[in-house]
């Protein structure tokens, strides 16, 4: 079973910027596309950003613009570069593989607010 393991959230104003990492264990993360999804309190969660196997990134119309997915298959990691942030980015961000399978990590909170 793979693990994920995000990090990098924290407390910033708006306008500001972070960046996520998620690392995944095993030998098989390169093989997949993977995706970043948030849940804000009292909503479903939701795909953000998703890259292919090859590098190839895709993003909601909600972050398209300000955030940038990247990832690092030698690291088995995947990041997300959050730009500009807006208090409705305010949510637990997870990454995962695409279409599900693995299990979900502890995610990392990202709080957008002045």
């Known amino acids: 079973q793979v693990q994920l393991v995000e990090s990098g959230g924290g407390l910033v104003q708006p306008g500001g910027s972070l960046r996520l990492s998620c690392v995944a264990s095993?030998?098989?993360?390169?093989?997949?596309?993977m995706g970043w999804y948030r849940q804000a309190p009292g909503k479903q969660r939701e795909l953000v950003a998703a890259?292919?196997?090859?590098?190839?990134?895709d993003y909601a119309d909600s972050v398209k613009g300000r955030f940038t997915l990247s990832r690092d298959n030698a690291k088995n990691t995947v990041y997300l570069q959050m730009n500009s942030l807006k208090p409705e980015d305010t949510a637990v961000y997870y990454c995962?593989?695409?279409?599900?399978?693995?299990?979900w990590g502890q995610g990392t909170q990202v709080t957008v607010s002045s």
């Open positions: 995962n593989r695409i279409g599900g399978g693995w299990s």
């Open positions: 095993g030998n098989i993360f390169r093989t997949y596309s």
């Open positions: 890259i292919t196997s090859g590098g190839t990134p």
